[in-house]
């Protein structure tokens, strides 16, 4: 079917000059044109027109807008059922904030504070934020990058549709730490002089799961770090590990607990227990080390 612009606008609600101006930017696919050269327009313009509006009105510039093409008419309603998806997913989490704080007596600033960020800091804003970490701590050694890139499908949570204030604040806190660039510095520069060395990284991980397993079977059997039946256990983690007594415990001298606390958070956020699963294991030979120093 075709459409003369005024017809269009009558469909869409949309002023004639607004449609004019779409179509002589760009935004819209040119349009075909009688003999006596007025425009005339089809269902596919007329879809494409209300996926251009409601991407205007979630705050996307038309340069962008422009950059996703004339597409077919399938396509442009792909697009526009993503977004719709999207900010359904985004009113279901308000609504779980707005409901949480409604609820109380005597809602607070944090409850607010909340509901500011949520705006800021959905699952797109995350995931850019984790490639920006990712980029950020791998700095100009490939190796880091590679193992970090592999790792970041489990640092990305995915937040709840109706999340609970607890997994709410664990988004955020999230979101500070990736975001936070000394943070970044002080793992890129904790860890070079390990990832500059040459070496088998998938060798390493096996050492690194063996001398876990060696740890968590010294803590199922009561085994406390400060005693005599931890120094065969302690001995066989630096073998694992292929690190001296004293560096080992340096690098823990040099260790930003923020890095554990990644791993808590992005449990809180899937709702599993706030526990790093390696933690308990790094604690008992960090303690064995120094009571053995």
């Known amino acids: 079917m075709h459409y003369s612009i005024g017809q269009l606008a009558a469909l869409t609600g949309l002023p004639v000059k607004t449609i004019r101006f779409y179509s002589d930017a760009g935004v819209l696919p040119a349009p075909d044109r009688?003999?006596?050269g007025y425009r005339r327009y089809t269902d596919e313009h007329r879809a494409h027109l209300e996926l251009v509006r409601t991407l205007r009105e979630i705050g996307l510039d038309l340069a962008t807008i422009r950059s996703l093409g004339h597409r077919r008419l399938k396509d442009v309603l792909a697009l526009h059922l993503e977004v719709v998806e999207a900010q359904i997913?985004?009113?279901?989490?308000t609504r779980a904030v707005l409901r949480a704080t409604v609820d109380k007596d005597d809602p607070a600033e944090e409850d607010l504070r909340r509901l500011h960020a949520l705006g800021r800091v959905g699952a797109a804003e995350m995931a850019d934020l984790l490639d920006s970490f990712i980029d950020g701590v791998g700095g100009d050694i490939a190796a880091r990058r590679d193992w970090l890139a592999c790792m970041r499908d489990a640092m990305l949570p995915d937040l709840p549709e109706?999340?609970?204030?607890?997994?709410?604040?664990?988004?955020?806190?999230?979101?500070?730490?990736?975001?936070?660039?000394?943070f970044q510095a002080g793992l890129r520069s904790m860890s070079a002089d390990f990832w500059a060395q040459p070496r088998d990284h998938d060798a390493w991980r096996r050492a690194t799961a063996a001398m876990i397993e060696e740890v968590g079977a010294a803590l199922a059997a009561g085994i406390a770090p400060?005693?005599?039946?931890?120094a065969p256990v302690l001995e066989r983690v630096l073998e694992l590990s292929g690190q001296t007594g004293e560096e080992m415990l340096r690098g823990f001298d040099e260790h930003d607990p923020r890095a554990g606390r990644i791993w808590e958070l992005v449990a809180i956020v899937r709702g599993l227990e706030p526990s790093w699963p390696q933690a308990a294991a790094y604690r008992w030979i960090e303690q064995a080390l120094r009571a053995r120093s």
């Open 162 to 182: 109706e999340p609970t204030a607890a997994q709410l604040d664990a988004w955020l806190e999230l979101a500070g730490l990736l975001s936070d660039e000394d």
């Open 226 to 230: 400060e005693s005599p039946e931890a």
């Open 89 to 93: 997913t985004a009113l279901q989490r």
């Open 34 to 36: 009688t003999s006596s």
